[in-house]
C-alpha cells in the first residue's frame, strides 16, 4: 500500500506536469495573439493601401474621363470647322446607337448620300441613310452644326417626303427620324421631341447619345 509520501510525490508530479502544461498553454496563446496582432496590423495597412489604390483609381477614372471629354470637344470642334461633322463624328456613331436603342442591325450605311429623279428633276441629299433589313426600318439622319427650330422643320416637312419619293424601294419599311448635331440645347430637344424627331448629341461631350428616346417612345 501506498504510503503517505508515494502519495505526495505523485500529486506533486501531477501538479508539476499540470503547471508546465499551462505555462506551454499560456506560451502558445502569447504566441497566438502576437501572431494575430500581427496579421490586424498587416490587415490594417492593406485596407490603407486599398484605399489609397481606390482613390487614385477613381481620380484616374475622372481624368480620364475629362480627357475624353475634352478631346471629343475639340475633335468635334475641328469637325466642325473643317465640314467633317458627318463622315468624322454623327456617322461612326449611328450604327451602335441605334443597335442599344432600336435593337436593330443596321446592314446599309450611306453617307452624305445624293439623288436624282431624272424625270422629275427632282434632288436632295441626305446625311446619313441607315437601313436595317431585319427590322424593315430605315432611319433617316439629318445633321446641323447649327441647329435652328426652321432646320428642323425643313427636315419634317420637307425633307423626309422627298427622301420617300426618291426612294420608294423604302415606302414599305418604317422611317425613323433623327435630328443630330454636337450638341443640341434643351429648347431644341423639346422641340424634336413634341416633332417625334429624335434627338442625336454628345452627352456631356462623353458619347454621341439619343437625348429624348424615352420621352418619344412613351408617347408613341
Known sequence: MATIKERVDR??????????????????????????????????????ELQRLSKEMIEFKEENRKQNKDMNKKWGELANKLGTIVEDIIAPAVSPVIKQYFNCEVNDLQVNR????????????????AVSDDCKTVFLVEVKSTPKIDYINEFKDKKIDRFLTLFPEYREYKLIPIFASLRL???????????????????EWEYMDILNFDKIDKNN
Open 11 to 48: 500529486l506533486e508530479k501531477l501538479m508539476a506536469e499540470l503547471i508546465k502544461t499551462q505555462q506551454k498553454t499560456e506560451l502558445e496563446l502569447q504566441r497566438l495573439s502576437i501572431e494575430l496582432q500581427r496579421l490586424s496590423i498587416e490587415l490594417q495597412r492593406l485596407t490603407i
Open 185 to 203: 440645347e434643351e429648347d431644341i430637344v423639346n422641340y424634336l421631341t413634341k416633332q417625334k424627331i429624335y434627338a442625336m448629341a454628345y452627352k
Open 114 to 129: 445624293k439623288k436624282k429623279d431624272i424625270k422629275t428633276g427632282l434632288k436632295d441629299e441626305f446625311d446619313v441613310i
